[in-house]
């Protein structure tokens, strides 16, 4: 592994072994980030992993939903970050009963298989066929084995056999995505926040989101002093359905969407969803798990009072949410606060 700056060494302590500087990828990381952004890996050749998840906006898209490899069909979801996902462990139960973990709002990429949830994450766009709609894996590793600038250096990392068994490729192009969304390329820790220079009003703002919003977006788990704003717990905030999805017909949303439920197979958990990170947050519009808010602004302001909404699932509802008590004054600090949370 390549050597580290001075500051990238302090994120490496908790990334852990294997991560990298800020100015300079790793081999594996490399292959990751060229196969992230290689329209090989959808069918008609339209779009990569950046498609959806870009740099411009967040690592996320800037659509209520992400077309897919056909221009017309959408999925039913909002993409959230590719950034900062991975520090999100294997979907588990933890000593209170309360689900912990996986990738993707609903948890279904647990991890189980990989030992990571993260490139287990990647092995879904590819084949899903409301995203990049490839048949199936061994049209993908042959795309991948016949291009020259990916082929070479994925035999270099993986040895020379690396094309030899599909189901083996693809593992590991999997862990070389992941590599990549880990590094300090995407997963960068580089906001006004971590540089610790906030004026008055995003410090009250702070303040504020420390007293109300840290119970689910937690401050100082995992992160240590990078905090995530994330406990990776599920919650039902009681987030409205989105009638615009409902009514197109190219759109997959199935609603109501119940989220970690069915995943879990119990109906306790139903219409919970993942509490995302809220870093790079004012570049990722727009809002929740199906879009339905357009701006920053609004989407704070349903967290602090949802009475005026009526939940795309009635049951299970979080009661830790959508009663704040906030004023607009307050919500303003927050939000202020909240964009010093993008990269530079
Ligand atoms: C067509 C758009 C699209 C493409 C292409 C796409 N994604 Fe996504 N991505 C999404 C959407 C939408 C979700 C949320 C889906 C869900 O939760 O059910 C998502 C979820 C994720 C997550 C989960 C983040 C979290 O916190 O749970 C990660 C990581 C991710 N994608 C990475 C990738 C990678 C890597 C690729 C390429 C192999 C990729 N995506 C391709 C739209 C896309
Ligand atoms: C009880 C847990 C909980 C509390 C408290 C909470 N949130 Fe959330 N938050 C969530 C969940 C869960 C979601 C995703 C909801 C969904 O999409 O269904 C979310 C979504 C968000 C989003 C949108 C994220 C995205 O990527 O779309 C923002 C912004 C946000 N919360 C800010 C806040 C702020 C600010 C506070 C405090 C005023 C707060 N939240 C309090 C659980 C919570």
């Given amino acids: 592994m390549k050597k580290v700056l001075a500051t990238a060494a302090v994120f490496s302590l908790f990334i852990g072994a294997g991560s990298i500087s800020a100015a300079t990828l790793t081999d594996v990381e490399t292959l990751g980030k060229m196969i992230y952004e290689s329209p ?7 779009q990569s992993c950046a498609t959806c998840h870009n740099v411009a906006v967040g690592y996320a898209d800037d659509t209520a939903v992400s077309l897919g490899d056909d221009l017309v069909s959408t999925g039913g979801r909002n993409a959230p970050t590719s950034a900062y996902a991975g520090f999100s462990p294997l979907l588990h139960l933890n000593q209170a009963g309360e689900w912990v973990g996986g990738m993707f709002w609903d948890g279904r990429a647990t991890g189980y298989t990989l030992g990571d949830p993260l490139a287990e994450q990647a092995q879904g766009p590819p084949l899903n066929p409301v995203e990049m709609n490839m048949p ?26 690396a094309f030899a068994d599909d189901f083996a490729a693809y593992d590991n192009m999997a862990k070389a995505i992941a590599a990549y969304e880990r590094s300090a390329e995407v997963t960068r820790f580089t906001s006004k926040f971590d540089a610790g220079t906030l004026n008055a009003q995003e410090l009250r703002g702070k303040k504020l989101f420390m007293q109300n919003c840290t119970t689910c977006h937690a401050y100082g788990r995992r992160g240590g002093d990078y905090p ?23 759109c997959a949303y199935e609603y109501p969407d119940l989220g970690l439920g069915p995943v879990v197979d119990d109906p306790a ?10 870093r790079n947050i004012a570049m990722t519009a727009p809002y929740s798990h199906n879009g339905y808010f357009a701006t920053l602004p609004e989407m704070v302001s349903f967290m602090n ?5 009526t939940p795309e699932v009635d049951a299970n509802l979080s009661t830790a949410v959508g009663n704040l008590g906030l004023t607009d004054k307050q919500l303003d600090d927050i939000v202020v606060f909240l964009n010093t949370l993008t990269d530079m």
Wanted: hydrophobic fraction near 40%; aromatic fraction near 12%.
């Fill in 40 to 46: 090989l890996l959808s069918w008609d050749n339209t």
């Fill in 136 to 161: 199936d894996v061994q049209t993908i590793i042959d795309r991948l084995s016949a291009d020259p600038e990916i082929a070479p250096l994925f035999t270099q990392v993986y040895g020379v056999d």
């Fill in 228 to 250: 995530l704003f994330t406990n990776y717990k599920y919650v039902n905030a009681g987030v409205p359905k989105n009638q615009a999805l409902e009514d197109d017909l190219n």
């Fill in 269 to 278: 958990q139903n219409g919970k969803f993942k509490v995302p990170t809220l």
């Fill in 305 to 309: 009072d949802r009475s005026a909404f």
